[in-house]
């Protein structure tokens, strides 16, 4: 664990999410998730300190661009320096709420990726689901969604479909690596996020 993470976890603990980083395995396992066989745009929301990224970087072509969404602005500031020599990479300090219109502001639409472990399942339930219609407005018809998550919850949402999912035991706290893709169902039968009070 880096004293940066560890300074941020003590700040804010719930928005950190974790008590310790991703394992080398848990990394590794989400990045094999993301086909380069072509130039592919990624997404990732809340890197923190960069576990994820720095695999998913290292697998990345030249052609390929990650973008990086951290409202931390200490982790940001962190991976602005950490990737500064890397053309591929862009940091954005922001808001996942906003996703849609900060890719736009990229001239990005519909991203071939979309990697987060922010903890869905432990936050208020109306940000909650204002955080993943954000996500799913964001995401194409062929986006993948590839979340690590304690619990298999998000596999169920009227917002996406389940395309795979796996546990990673060697991770502290064992986590499922899911794949989603977004909802075919008609908009008029998903929930409205902004009606959802706390349960």
Do not use: W
């Not at 380069?36 to 923190?48: A, H, I, K, N, T």
């Not at 596999?155 to 690596?177: G, I």
């Amino acid at each position: 664990m880096s004293l940066l993470f560890f300074k941020r976890l003590l700040a804010n603990p719930i928005q950190v999410g974790y008590l310790v980083p991703s394992s080398p395995f848990l990394t590794r396992q989400t990045a094999r998730r993301i086909d380069f066989s072509q130039p592919r745009v990624v997404v990732e929301l809340g890197p923190g300190e960069g576990c994820h990224t720095r695999q998913i970087a290292r697998r990345m072509d030249p052609a390929s661009k990650l973008i990086l969404i951290e409202l931390d602005s200490h982790f940001a500031e962190h991976l602005e320096k950490q990737f500064a020599h890397d053309a591929r990479v862009t940091v954005v300090q922001g808001d996942a709420l906003y996703l849609p219109e900060t890719l736009e502001g990229l001239g990005c639409t519909h991203p071939d990726y979309i990697v987060s472990g922010i903890p869905f399942t432990i936050m208020e339930r109306q940000l909650r689901e204002q955080l993943l219609a954000s996500i799913a407005r964001a995401m194409g018809p062929h986006s993948v969604f590839i979340t690590y998550q304690f619990s298999l919850q998000l596999s169920e949402h009227a917002l996406f479909d389940l395309k795979r999912s796996e546990h990673c035991l060697f991770n502290v706290p064992p986590l499922n690596v899911i794949e989603l893709t977004k909802s075919a169902a008609p908009a008029s039968h998903r929930p409205n996020p902004r009606a959802a009070g706390p349960r």
